[in-house]
């Protein structure tokens, strides 16, 4: 069975903005924040396991103090964890 990945969607305040500035392992990964057209997302159920929308005190928290609930944001290896802490920071 493979990996299910959890998609998390997050309003960013201006679109188009490159934060990634780290190089990742074996991959060239590119991310960058784009806004939203409306908060209605559907998921596949196979790539994509999980997906809501977070609040920025919402991710803060998740990254300040992560809980073993159903919502986990991504690893720290992945960019998309390097996406939510610069857009939570601001």
């Not at 990945?5 to 990964?29: Q, W």
């Not at 784009?34 to 559907?42: G, K, M, P, T």
């Not at 103090?65 to 944001?73: Q, R, Y």
Request: hydrophobic share 45%.
């Amino acid at each position: 069975m493979a990996a299910r990945e959890r998609m998390f969607f997050i309003p960013a305040p201006s679109p188009g903005k490159s934060v990634v500035r780290k190089p990742f392992p074996s991959s060239l990964m590119l991310g960058c924040y784009a806004q939203a057209l409306s908060r209605d997302f559907e998921i596949d159920g196979h790539e994509i396991a999980a997906a809501r929308w977070l609040t920025k005190e919402e991710a803060r928290t998740q990254l300040a103090h992560p809980t073993n609930d159903e919502m986990k944001l991504p690893v720290t290896i992945a960019i998309a964890h390097y996406l939510i802490k610069d857009w939570a920071s601001r």
